[in-house]
């Protein structure tokens, strides 16, 4: 009688400890988090730029959209509503389609960290983003990340580059070789024209 007294309990402790032992498994730590709303204002972001072959874009209709969530974003970050990685790539995503250089740093700012929790894709954009800063500001980039075209008639070209930077440290932020850079530019200026021909026909 004693032991199926003792079998008991010790049966019934092993069933207390098994579910907690689940759930301190399933627990997942609050910086590995993904906030919905981030992730759903970066989705669109997205959306709003990769349109399908041959649709043009209304980029005043997604300036209005890309003002909108640069605030939200700005809203969230001041709520301290930033957890994981992903987080804070999202928002810096965002950022990056602002237009003051301020916003450009700040998303420089959050590329810092979201590759500091983990998150990979913020090695890019944290190379882009110190570059639309600096050319924003006057000064040339440093990755070669950016192109820009001074008349709409003309096909963007490579913006200056600084020499000084070179391709080891653009390829561990995953940037690809200035080589490679000049030519998709060569490569955006053959799409330019034959656009150009196509229109005169």
């Given amino acids: 009688m004693r032991f199926a007294s003792l079998y008991r309990r ?3 402790a092993v069933a207390l400890a098994f579910p907690l032992s689940c759930q301190a498994d399933a627990a997942v730590p609050a910086s590995l988090l993904v906030n919905a709303e981030l992730a759903q204002l970066f989705a669109d972001d997205q959306a709003d730029r990769n349109v399908p072959p041959g649709t043009s874009i209304d980029w ?3 300036g209005v959209r890309d003002d909108r969530r640069e605030a ?3 809203a969230l970050l001041a709520a301290d509503a930033l957890r994981s990685g992903a987080d804070f790539y999202h928002a810096a995503m965002i950022l ?3 237009d003051t250089p301020d916003d450009y740093l700040l998303a420089h700012d959050l590329c810092v960290i979201a590759i500091g929790k983990g998150e990979d894709r913020a090695r890019w954009l944290a190379a882009a983003s110190l570059d639309r800063f600096l050319i ?3 000064r040339r980039q440093r990755f070669g990340t950016q192109y820009e075209s001074k008349r709409s008639y003309l096909p963007p070209r490579l913006a200056e580059v600084d020499p000084a930077v070179p391709d080891a440290l653009r390829r561990e932020m995953g940037v690809p070789s200035l080589a490679e850079a000049r030519e998709k530019e060569a490569t955006i200026a053959r799409a330019y024209e034959r656009r150009k021909a196509a229109l005169r026909k």
Wanted: aromatic content about 0%.
């Fill in 136 to 138: 924003n500001v006057g």
């Fill in 72 to 74: 939200r974003v700005k």
């Fill in 60 to 62: 005043e209709l997604v």
């Fill in 10 to 12: 010790a049966i019934l």
């Fill in 96 to 98: 990056q389609h602002a």
